[in-house]
């Protein structure tokens, strides 16, 4: 399929919207009143600071909605507005957040059934309206959508399309991508959709074992077992991995993307040498500003003393577990919650370690002069984050 040629065909149809409405300052305040927080401006205005009797609360100086998230939240509430009776679907969650998607299904908002990992578009009807959430969606669920004849309603963070044009430049070049993501992540199969041939690689580990290949140092019916699920149909490592470009999911950490990148780099110059690298390796900077900026955010505030750290956000938001692994690498007591229920009462937290499963702890915060840190995923709203804060102060009063 012919990529390209679809989505400019797609752009181009009356029945395809990624611009809004135009309805901005209708709904401007129904999102103030579901989203944001006096309570956290004016902790940002005294330098991100707040002192409750025994607690010092520390927030990162970046930190929850960034102006993708916000856009494609925006543009949801304006489909509603602009289609008040019709049928409205999303395909997966709009952003990794349970209270926004809370919102949305009050709004009377549909959510693509999934079972087993598969969509069921068979409810969606001709005319019907979709939206497609900021992480995207693939290239499969648009041409069927577009062939029902819905009408579309394209959120996609323009980060994520930086993304989706590197891998077609990848294929344009006869290049296979190499896409630092998790494989089941909704942004990694988007991404992967546009690709020619790729492979998905979750972290360092899986990128040294495609390097030794390329060096030829692995096993052929081994590695093509091990990828067998996050890689092109008919991936041939013996031939594909001649010619690679990096590419990534916006939400990976920043760092552990950049080496990827330098491994591969080094890898085919020791290959194929320096007059032949160019023949044989791309990379393109795809990192999102945002989630660099909430990393390098995280990094600041760990550097700081801290009792413990609160990490806010879905417990399926990428971006929110990278912020929770930069605390647990700097040895500090770290928790992460998706909602401000999660806290209390009586002195404990419901959180999700990272890597397991959700736990009770009893007793949460100890006894004296208490600092504590806070953030939160690209996808939380400042609303959130205060009644977390809340929820702290009441734990501090009792």
Known sequence: MDTRAFKRSLHHSE???????????QVAVNLEEAYQSELIATIRENGYELRHGRLTVRLAEAFGFCWGVERAVAMAYETRRH????????????IHNPSVNAHLRDMN?????????????????????V???????????????NERGCH?????????????????????????SIIHGKVKHEETLATSSFAGTYLVVLGLDEAQMVCDYILGKGDREAFISHFAKASSPGFDPDLDLARVGVANQTTMLKSETEEIGRMFERTMLQRYGPAELNDHFLAFNTICDATQERQDAMFSLVDEPLDLMVVIGGYNSSNTTHLQEIAISRGIRSFHID????????????????GGNLEMVTPFLPEGPLRVGITSGAS????VVEDVIRHLMQLCDD
């Open 15 to 25: 029945r395809y919207n990624r611009r809004g409405f135009g309805l901005g300052e």
């Open 83 to 94: 289609y008040p009776s019709e049928r409205i679907w999303i395909t997966n969650e709009i």
């Open 109 to 129: 908002v549909l959510f693509i059934r999934v079972e087993e990992g598969v969509k069921d578009f068979s409810e969606v009807g001709v005319g019907d309206v």
């Open 131 to 145: 939206i497609l959430p900021a992480f995207g969606a693939t290239v499969q669920e648009m041409q069927l959508l």
């Open 152 to 176: 579309i309603v394209d959120t996609t963070c323009p980060w994520v399309s930086k993304v989706w044009n590197t891998v077609e430049k990848h294929k344009k070049h006869a290049f296979s």
């Open 339 to 354: 909602t401000p229920e999660r806290i209390g009462p009586g002195n404990r937290i419901e959180h999700m370690p990272l």
């Open 380 to 383: 939380t709203p400042d609303r």
